[in-house]
């Protein structure tokens, strides 16, 4: 599915949301008078308040329609293009550059996005879910070409003649009879481009893209390997001071005594307590950590579980809060009885982190009761609205600005180091920044979720699948449902009360999806003595599937070579948010269950493909990092703590987990753009089980598949 | 403790307790914040800069150590507005996509190509093992260190 309508968008909403909160705040009674205008306040309605911000921003403003609020052309023929849609690395400053130099019919050099920045761009949901290239994407063609019609309507104008007549390229308007021309810049004179765009004008096709659709290089690319780029880990402002949290002992733990003498008699150090939130601020990071190791504080942490005990627990507490009914179609029971091969598994995913290099941070500034606040977010209208709720201001007193992140992967979306910030800052009295350090990242980011998912089938010996059933718990419901033809199926998604705070992940709950259906199509192809790839073939009629699949198929030389514990293959595929893909992997299996992944394969499909090499620095990447999630990436956890909150302890992909990498693009230029910052990552995991078992006959149904 | 230290060719006084890592020198002192904090604890890269040619991990190494040294970070690889050829490199591959780890695995690989012209790749994966690119652009990483050394 593609999210393009509000219904989509509220749905894909709901899965990327964050439950449960860092903070909330009493503030001094002083500040809170002063905000609340003199009138009472009760706390109990600061949640209530949070909540309906929350609850309002489900459906978000109209979207302008006059083109002067998305793109503007000085008189020098500079483009500027305004968009809530921020960069962190998926590199849609540069795609979304290219889609508007090829409607606008100017060079991609000449165009400079102003991204996240909420007092100038328009209202936008937020950077998640796959949606910049299917929705905005055509958002700014729209644009582009309206501005390219009026351009040329300007210079039929002045050249009295037919704007049909005219020829529209490399930034100005050409009569080619007279040989008369004009430069956008000079057309316009720097004047905006008042027009309310109405009807549908038509895009260039993809078959006809000269910029889409090429490899262009990432716009500024240079700033990057020369470290000119300003993250927000980078930013300063006068008098700007560093700022540091108290964490606590322990999740739900309650502050029970603090002892903040011996870091008062630090110089330039402020203390600030607000109910349990406790931080200090210094002019320097050395100040500041030497301030924060001097307070002395007692925690009272409850008895939380362990996971060792997740899954059970998972399966426990399932559905107490509001669940759908499942999707049925057909008759799951009857198929079974009629059923020649049955069989029922269950999968499990673990927590794991985001660990986005750049980490957690917000630099914030107030001015009166005006506040700005630069962070590395995927939501920067969702923080602006977060920041006004937390400090009962209107959202319009707030902006917040996000420079090129460090990237996010979905762990992004809230803005817990711009609420501490702007809270230092507002007791400090000046510019305030927070960065997160590592450990704070492992343990206070939220969490992927982990899950248990059951599937359980029945096939003919044919081949034919006649029933399936599959339960997620916890993980999500992102492509639940299966892409193979089934006549009787039961799906559904069980929430739980989770143990961890927890949110969106790069792909969703896609990738835990995946592992468990992917995984137990191989185990019933193997059931039913047939190859896997031509046991998927033989269940599924979707032609983009099909394409994929006999695609990576002849890259990987499927079925060439027996499998050995040398060297095995496993395959696997599916679809979600718009992107086909099929994955093979080649895995050596050693001694005492070590494994090497040597060769990965995958063919993927997101309709016309806007830049070839940014795809595939994408797709390299998603598989680089599923590896991780699927071989030894687990957040252990106890009581309330984090038991391995460092790189040294919480084992990432590095250069010696690097597999030889094919990625095969099939390009649909017969179909619209889809996203694909997610879905290259969901094939990874199934297909070195899949590769496993084929290898050692042994079938592991957990993810991470090897804790070393 | 106030010392002298020389960052890109340039010596600069500085004053900083001795156990403060170069890493807040690099950034809070001197404005140089190429350089990148990813975990403070040697295990990411990202802080990776050049101490009398060698890489360090400027988050583990403390100003004591480095004063008087020759620091060298990524803004001073640049040579008379031309890129050095690892950074070259790097861009023609398109070895990055968020960019944060970018400085520390181009310093790591500048260290790496000054003691080894030729490294096969086994040497590169072994050389640059402790740095961490989260968004998995490791391949290119190495089609961009194989290139640079094929130049240079």
């Given at each position: 599915?593609?999210?393009?309508?509000?219904?989509?968008?509220?749905?894909?909403?709901?899965?990327?949301?964050?439950?449960?909160?860092?903070?909330?705040?009493?503030?001094?009674?002083?500040?809170?008078?002063?905000?609340?205008?003199?009138?009472?306040?009760?706390?109990?309605?600061?949640?209530?308040?949070?909540?309906?911000?929350?609850?309002?921003?489900?459906?978000?403003?109209?979207?302008?329609?006059?083109?002067?609020?998305?793109?503007y052309?000085?008189?020098?023929?500079?483009?500027?293009?305004?968009?809530?849609?921020?960069?962190?690395?998926?590199?849609?400053?540069?795609?979304?550059?290219?889609?508007v130099?090829?409607?606008?019919?100017?060079?991609?050099?000449?165009?400079?996005?102003?991204?996240?920045?909420?007092?100038?761009?328009?209202?936008?949901a937020?950077?998640?879910?796959?949606?910049?290239?299917?929705?905005?994407?055509?958002?700014?063609?729209?644009?582009?070409?309206?501005?390219?019609?009026?351009?040329?309507?300007?210079?039929?104008?002045?050249?009295?003649?037919?704007?049909?007549?005219?020829?529209?390229?490399?930034?100005?308007?050409?009569?080619?009879?007279?040989?008369?021309?004009?430069?956008?810049?000079?057309?316009?004179?720097?004047?905006?481009?008042?027009?309310?765009?109405?009807?549908?004008?038509?895009?260039?096709?993809?078959?006809?893209?000269?910029?889409?659709?090429?490899?262009?290089?990432?716009?500024?690319?240079?700033?990057?390997?020369?470290?000119?780029?300003?993250?927000?880990?980078?930013?300063?402002?006068?008098?700007?001071?560093?700022?540091?949290?108290?964490?606590?002992?322990?999740?739900?733990?309650?502050?029970?005594?603090?002892?903040?003498?011996?870091?008062?008699?630090?110089?330039?150090?402020?203390?600030?307590?607000?109910?349990?939130?406790?931080?200090?601020?210094?002019?320097?990071?050395?100040?500041?950590e030497?301030?924060?190791?001097?307070?002395?504080?007692?925690?009272?942490?409850?008895?939380?579980?362990?996971?060792?005990?997740?899954?059970?627990?998972?399966?426990?507490?399932?559905?107490?809060?509001?669940?759908?009914?499942?999707?049925t179609?057909?008759?799951?029971?009857?198929?079974?009885?009629?059923?020649?091969?049955?069989?029922?598994?269950?999968?499990?995913?673990?927590?794991?982190?985001?660990?986005?290099?750049?980490?957690?941070?917000?630099?914030?500034?107030?001015?009166?009761?005006?506040?700005?606040?630069?962070?590395?977010?995927?939501?920067?209208?969702?923080?602006?609205?977060?920041?006004?709720?937390?400090?009962?201001?209107?959202?319009?007193?707030?902006?917040?600005?996000?420079?090129?992140?460090?990237?996010?992967?979905?762990?992004?979306?809230?803005?817990?180091?711009?609420?501490?910030?702007?809270?230092?800052?507002?007791?400090?009295?000046?510019?305030?920044?927070?960065?997160?350090?590592?450990?704070?990242?492992?343990?206070?980011?939220?969490?992927?979720p982990?899950?248990?998912?059951?599937?359980?089938?029945?096939?003919?010996?044919?081949?034919?699948?006649?029933?399936?059933?599959?339960?997620?718990?916890?993980?999500g419901?992102?492509?639940?449902?299966?892409?193979?033809?089934?006549?009787?199926?039961?799906?559904?998604?069980?929430?739980?009360?989770?143990?961890?705070?927890?949110?969106?992940?790069?792909?969703?709950?896609?990738?835990a999806?995946?592992?468990a259906?992917?995984?137990?199509?191989?185990?019933?192809?193997?059931?039913?003595?047939?190859?896997?790839?031509?046991?998927?073939?033989?269940?599924?009629?979707?032609?983009?599937?099909?394409?994929?699949?006999?695609?990576?198929?002849?890259?990987?030389?499927?079925?060439?070579?027996?499998?050995?514990?040398?060297?095995?293959?496993?395959?696997?595929?599916?679809?979600e948010k718009?992107?086909?893909?099929?994955?093979?992997?080649?895995?050596?299996?050693?001694?005492?269950g070590?494994?090497?992944?040597?060769?990965?394969?995958?063919?993927?499909?997101?309709?016309?493909?806007v830049n070839?090499?940014?795809?595939?620095?994408?797709?390299?990447?998603?598989?680089?990092m599923?590896?991780?999630?699927?071989?030894?990436?687990?957040?252990?956890?106890?009581n309330?703590?984090?038991?391995n909150?460092?790189?040294?302890?919480?084992?990432?992909?590095?250069?010696?987990?690097?597999?030889?990498?094919?990625?095969?693009?099939?390009?649909?230029?017969?179909?619209?753009?889809?996203?694909?910052?997610?879905?290259?990552?969901?094939?990874?995991?199934?297909?070195?089980?899949?590769?496993?078992?084929?290898?050692?006959?042994?079938r592991?149904?957990?993810?991470?598949?090897?804790?070393? | 403790?106030?010392?002298?230290?020389?960052?890109?060719?340039?010596e600069?006084?500085?004053?900083?307790?001795?156990?403060?890592?170069?890493?807040?020198?690099?950034?809070d002192?001197l404005q140089?914040?190429?350089?990148?904090?990813?975990?403070?604890?040697?295990?990411?890269?990202?802080?990776?800069?050049?101490?009398?040619?060698?890489?360090?991990?400027?988050?583990?190494?403390?100003?004591?150590?480095?004063?008087?040294?020759?620091?060298?970070?990524?803004?001073?690889?640049?040579?008379?507005?031309?890129?050095?050829?690892?950074?070259?490199?790097?861009?023609?591959?398109?070895?990055?996509?968020?960019?944060?780890?970018?400085?520390?695995?181009?310093?790591?690989?500048?260290?790496?190509?000054?003691?080894?012209?030729?490294p096969?790749?086994?040497?590169?994966?072994?050389?640059?093992?402790?740095?961490?690119?989260?968004?998995?652009?490791?391949?290119?990483?190495?089609?961009?260190?194989?290139?640079?050394?094929?130049?240079?």
């Amino acid at each position: 599915m593609i999210p393009t309508s509000d219904r989509e968008l509220a749905l894909e909403l709901s899965q990327h949301q964050v439950r449960g909160r860092l903070h909330w705040f009493e503030l001094g009674r002083r500040d809170f008078l002063k905000l609340a205008g003199g009138g009472i306040l009760i706390c109990a309605s600061v949640r209530q308040l949070t909540a309906q911000e929350a609850g309002r921003m489900r459906r978000g403003p109209e979207l302008p329609k006059d083109v002067a609020a998305w793109l503007y052309i000085a008189e020098d023929g500079r483009v500027t293009v305004f968009t809530g849609k921020v960069e962190v690395g998926q590199n849609i400053r540069t795609s979304l550059a290219q889609q508007v130099a090829e409607e606008l019919r100017v060079s991609v050099g000449s165009i400079s996005l102003i991204m996240g920045d909420t007092d100038v761009v328009p209202w936008d949901a937020g950077t998640f879910g796959s949606r910049t290239t299917p929705t905005m994407g055509p958002q700014l063609r729209l644009i582009a070409v309206a501005a390219r019609e009026m351009l040329l309507g300007i210079a039929a104008q002045a050249w009295g003649v037919d704007a049909s007549s005219l020829v529209a390229a490399d930034g100005k308007i050409t009569n080619p009879k007279t040989k008369q021309s004009r430069t956008y810049g000079e057309l316009t004179h720097g004047q905006k481009l008042v027009k309310v765009i109405e009807g549908d004008p038509p895009f260039t096709p993809a078959t006809e893209w000269q910029i889409a659709g090429q490899p262009v290089g990432k716009v500024d690319g240079t700033d990057f390997v020369t470290g000119k780029h300003a993250y927000t880990p980078d930013m300063t402002r006068p008098g700007m001071l560093y700022g540091k949290i108290l964490r606590p002992a322990g999740f739900k733990a309650s502050l029970t005594s603090l002892d903040d003498g011996a870091a008062k008699q630090l110089a330039n150090i402020t203390v600030v307590r607000d109910g349990d939130f406790v931080g200090v601020t210094a002019p320097d990071l050395w100040s500041v950590e030497q301030a924060l190791g001097a307070l002395k504080a007692e925690w009272k942490v409850p008895q939380q579980i362990s996971d060792r005990d997740l899954l059970s627990y998972l399966k426990a507490n399932a559905d107490k809060g509001e669940s759908e009914p499942p999707t049925t179609t057909g008759s799951v029971s009857q198929a079974m009885q009629s059923a020649e091969i049955k069989l029922a598994q269950t999968y499990s995913v673990a927590y794991i982190q985001h660990a986005p290099l750049e980490p957690r941070s917000a630099l914030a500034e107030w001015q009166g009761d005006k506040l700005t606040v630069w962070t590395g977010t995927q939501r920067p209208f969702a923080v602006r609205d977060e920041l006004a709720g937390m400090f009962r201001i209107p959202p319009q007193n707030v902006r917040v600005l996000v420079p090129d992140t460090g990237s996010a992967y979905g762990g992004k979306h809230i803005g817990d180091a711009a609420v501490e910030a702007a809270r230092l800052a507002k007791a400090a009295g000046k510019p305030v920044k927070v960065i997160w350090t590592r450990e704070e990242e492992f343990t206070w980011a939220y969490f992927r979720p982990a899950g248990v998912i059951e599937i359980s089938s029945g096939a003919l010996r044919n081949g034919t699948i006649v029933a399936w059933q599959h339960h997620n718990y916890n993980s999500g419901p992102a492509a639940i449902d299966t892409p193979y033809n089934i006549a009787n199926k039961r799906i559904q998604f069980h929430p739980v009360d989770a143990p961890l705070r927890q949110g969106s992940y790069r792909g969703l709950a896609a990738t835990a999806n995946h592992f468990a259906r992917e995984s137990h199509m191989d185990e019933l192809a193997h059931a039913a003595g047939m190859d896997p790839l031509q046991f998927r073939l033989k269940n599924t009629t979707d032609d983009r599937l099909r394409a994929v699949f006999e695609a990576v198929a002849e890259k990987a030389g499927w079925g060439k070579q027996k499998s050995s514990r040398e060297r095995s293959f496993g395959i696997a595929g599916g679809f979600e948010k718009g992107g086909h893909l099929a994955t093979v992997a080649e895995v050596e299996s050693g001694p005492n269950g070590s494994l090497r992944v040597l060769r990965v394969v995958e063919a993927f499909d997101c309709g016309a493909v806007v830049n070839p090499n940014g795809l595939r620095n994408q797709v390299e990447g998603a598989i680089m990092m599923g590896i991780g999630g699927a071989l030894f990436e687990a957040v252990r956890f106890e009581n309330g703590r984090i038991l391995n909150p460092h790189f040294s302890q919480y084992r990432v992909p590095r250069f010696r987990d690097m597999p030889q990498i094919d990625v095969v693009l099939v390009d649909r230029k017969d179909l619209p753009s889809a996203g694909a910052g997610e879905t290259p990552i969901v094939g990874i995991a199934p297909a070195i089980a899949n590769a496993i078992f084929a290898g050692t006959g042994e079938r592991l149904r957990a993810m991470p598949l090897r804790k070393g | 403790m106030d010392s002298i230290i020389r960052v890109n060719g340039k010596e600069h006084h500085v004053t900083a307790p001795p156990d403060q890592p170069l890493l807040w020198v690099l950034r809070d002192n001197l404005q140089l914040t190429g350089t990148k904090y990813g975990c403070g604890e040697g295990q990411c890269g990202a802080c990776t800069v050049l101490m009398e040619k060698r890489a360090v991990r400027s988050c583990l190494t403390p100003f004591s150590a480095a004063a008087g040294k020759n620091i060298m970070t990524i803004e001073g690889l640049e040579q008379n507005g031309e890129l050095h050829p690892v950074q070259q490199a790097f861009l023609h591959e398109e070895a990055f996509q968020c960019g944060y780890c970018t400085s520390g695995m181009i310093l790591s690989a500048v260290a790496l190509l000054n003691g080894n012209h030729h490294p096969s790749e086994d040497e590169i994966v072994h050389a640059m093992n402790g740095n961490i690119c989260r968004c998995g652009t490791y391949p290119r990483i190495v089609s961009a260190i194989r290139q640079a050394a094929q130049k240079g």
